[in-house]
């Protein structure tokens, strides 16, 4: 079994910063990319940055040059630092990853619960 779990959302006021961090726990070979999706009720879940194995980044237009993506191979994390915040970012924000288990060929596609994030006018 494989999870997923994140951390480090809460309450902000807006122009602040956090820190999210997914950790993939489990019995894991590899994990190839990894994202953060964001979701507000009602609304479908976004993609907000993502990041390669070979550390190759994207990020959603709404995010570009206020949040970082980055990961620790060692520790299978994965983090997004957060600055200006808006409170239009406000949401759920979740971990995705591509992640190979031991004697698999294809990688499953694993979910975390997500954390809250809640920007302040």
């Known amino acids: 079994q494989v999870q997923l779990v994140e951390s480090g959302g809460g309450l902000v006021q807006t122009g602040g910063s956090l820190r999210l961090s997914c950790a993939a726990i489990g019995d894991i070979f590899s994990i190839n990319d990894m994202r953060w999706y964001r979701q507000t009720p009602g609304n479908q879940r976004e993609l907000v940055a993502g990041?390669?194995?070979?550390?190759?980044?994207t990020y959603a237009d709404f995010v570009k040059g206020r949040f970082t993506i980055s990961r620790d191979h060692s520790k299978n994390m994965v983090f997004l630092q957060m600055t200006n915040l808006k409170p239009t970012d406000t949401a759920v924000y979740l971990c995705n990853a591509d992640i190979f288990l031991p004697l698999t060929a294809d990688p499953l596609s694993g979910w975390g619960q997500g954390t809250q994030v809640t920007v302040s006018s």
């Open positions: 990041i390669s194995y070979t550390g190759i980044t």
